[in-house]
């Protein structure tokens, strides 16, 4: 009897400890599942936050990309090109040597700059070539545009060569019409600043929305008229500047000018201005009719380098 007692007591020990130890297992499998599941709950959370923050690294850079990148055909706004100087500036020092107020050296950065400019183009036959020689050069120009030279076929593709090559796009009115403009020899200020932006408009058609200028030229040169206290308030107050030129190759004084003479008359008027000259305007012309302003161009920049003048833009 005792050990049939004794039997039954270990028995129940043992199914004890059965249970004890199944317990714990199923207590630790318990454990080990919810260290998993929570483990992987964490890693996706984690991996859902770099997903995040990549995706919004992307979107900001894109839009950083978008911010960039212009509507304007490549044209490179003031603050971005290395090459081109401040209009207002450059047309506050022409405007001051012009009227005696100014005397050379006028420059604070010690160096000798010549703006080469172009009026009343783009022309299929003469703006092509001079892009050209520019381009050999590694000469950079500002060119004034006619609002009606854009309407001949292919000009507005040299508009975007001008813009793609790095060179400054002015103003230079639409129509170039003297007697609409200045009527007995006064300016007609609603009529010419409705051409500065008929002109900027056409010219932002062909660029792109983002493209602006603000360097504006009147045809026959701002001091030849009359009654100019209006326009220039106008031009004033929409952050215009008015740039003329103070050395010229007379492409536009005859109908048909010799190369020879037009070098000639870039040496005259260059060494006119005296050995002190830092700041010079130089007017040419890129229209039809101009093929000496071509042929005479590559001289005219040798000369120029002679003298130790660099070549820069306005804008």
Do not use: C
């Not at 056409?202 to 206290?229: A, C, E, H």
């Amino acid at each position: 009897m005792k050990k049939r007692g004794r039997r039954k007591v270990n028995y129940k020990r043992r199914r004890a400890v059965v249970l004890v130890a199944a317990l714990v297992g199923i207590l630790a499998i318990g454990g080990i599942t919810y260290s998993v599941l929570k483990g992987d709950s964490e890693t996706a959370k984690a991996d859902t936050k770099k997903e995040e923050t990549s995706t919004d690294k992307n979107e900001t850079s894109t839009e950083k990309t978008e911010e960039k990148k212009l509507d304007n055909s490549g044209y490179i706004p003031l603050k971005d090109d290395p090459n081109a100087d401040d209009a207002i500036e450059v047309a506050n020092m022409t405007q001051g040597l012009m009227k005696g107020q100014l005397h050379y050296p006028v420059r604070k950065d010690g160096k000798k700059v010549v703006y080469l400019t172009f009026d009343d183009g783009p022309s299929t036959t003469n703006t092509p070539k001079i892009l050209d020689i520019l381009k050999e050069n590694d000469v950079k120009a500002t060119f004034f545009v006619m609002g009606k030279s854009l309407e001949s076929n292919g000009a507005p593709e040299l508009l975007k060569r001008e813009a793609v090559e790095g060179h400054a796009i002015a103003g230079h009115s639409y129509t170039h019409n003297y007697s609409y403009l200045y009527p007995n020899r006064v300016i007609n200020a609603d009529r010419f600043m409705g051409e500065v932006n008929k002109v900027n408009e056409k010219m932002q058609s062909i660029l792109g929305k983002d493209f602006t200028t603000r360097t504006v030229r009147f045809p026959g040169g701002y001091w030849s008229w009359q009654n100019r206290t209006p326009v220039r308030e106008k031009l004033d107050k929409g952050g215009f500047a008015i740039v003329d030129w103070n050395a010229l190759n007379g492409d536009a004084e005859a109908k048909s000018r010799s190369e020879a003479q037009l070098i000639a008359q870039t040496k005259e008027t260059v060494e006119k201005l005296g050995p002190n000259a830092d700041n010079i305007v130089f007017l040419m012309h890129d229209t039809y009719g101009k093929d000496t302003t071509v042929e005479a161009l590559p001289e005219i920049i040798e000369y120029f380098k002679s003298q130790g003048f660099e070549f820069r833009t306005m804008k």
